[in-house]
């Protein structure tokens, strides 16, 4: 007779996408803790999964010890250190497959094309293709930002809540880069409004003078995402924009799409998504 026991078949237990329901639950709840800050109890999992506790019990006591979650001193549960590492190699392969969808924005509009993510409370840049004029925007890759002074960083909490939006600049602060550069929680929240008017961002002058930055989120990325084309404000013009924002757009949802078709595991891909 085959064994009654739930913790044995619920491990084995194919899930509705043809995957391992265990593997899927472990992820979820990974992602969860995410969303939470990176530290939660087993109650609040369980009230946001809608796991029963053994189960979760179980599959956390799994994670602790791969090491991908540790339990702290006051018995809850936080992400782990190995899952940087998981993390870095992640980000530095988001990067490798965008530089194609990068590389045509530069070839498109002549200027240096950048890919950001949001990680906590900052931007990182994760990818760039630079501008072949002799005077260029130069980013380097790893550097980190806070969002406010950014074209990415705004196309890329467009969307959140206003006041997780304000809980992130009262964490961070709004140091002045330059003069131009948006310093009050209302002054940004407005941005982000025109951003979603719009449908794009932009940094004019503020992380540097001289510079100005056109940004769009990647939609239905699996981390949030963002692009954008930098160059001197002399090039990139309100009379440029109206050009490489439509580009910039088009470019944005053809990686989302490579982005999904690489999740999927289908190895055939199309004319965009071969490089992937």
Request: charged fraction near 20%; aromatic fraction near 4%; charge should be negative.
């Amino acid at each position: 007779m085959p064994p009654s026991s739930d913790s044995t078949s619920a491990s084995a237990k194919p899930a509705a996408t043809g995957g391992v329901q265990s593997l899927e639950r472990a992820f979820d709840l990974l992602e969860r803790m995410a969303d939470a800050g990176g530290e939660v109890g087993l109650s609040e999992l369980s009230t946001s999964s809608g796991l029963p506790l053994p189960t979760i019990h179980r599959l956390m006591r799994t994670l602790v010890a791969c090491g991908y979650v540790r339990q702290q001193p006051n018995r809850r549960y936080a992400l782990g250190p190995r899952l940087i590492r998981l993390g870095e190699s992640a980000s530095r392969l988001l990067g490798t497959w965008a530089r194609p969808y990068l590389a045509r924005l530069v070839e498109e509009t002549g200027e240096t094309a950048n890919m950001a993510l949001l990680d906590g409370d900052e931007v990182v840049y994760v990818a760039q293709v630079p501008s072949r004029h002799s005077m260029r925007m130069f980013t380097e890759v790893g550097r980190r930002v806070l969002p406010h002074s950014t074209g990415v960083g705004k196309a890329l909490l467009a969307n959140t809540p206003d006041e997780e939006v304000r809980a992130l600049l009262a964490r961070t602060g709004m140091p002045a880069a330059t003069e131009k550069t948006i310093t009050t929680p209302e002054g940004f929240l407005q941005a982000l409004e025109r951003v979603r008017e719009v449908g794009y961002a932009v940094d004019d002058n503020e992380q540097e003078i001289g510079v100005r930055c056109l940004a769009v989120s990647v939609p239905d990325s699996p981390t949030a995402a963002a692009i954008s084309i930098s160059g001197p404000a002399g090039r990139v013009t309100e009379v440029a924009t109206e050009k490489i924002v439509p580009l910039l757009q088009e470019v944005a949802a053809d990686l989302s799409v490579a982005l999904a078709s690489t999740g999927s595991g289908n190895g055939n891909g199309n004319g965009n998504g071969g490089a992937l």
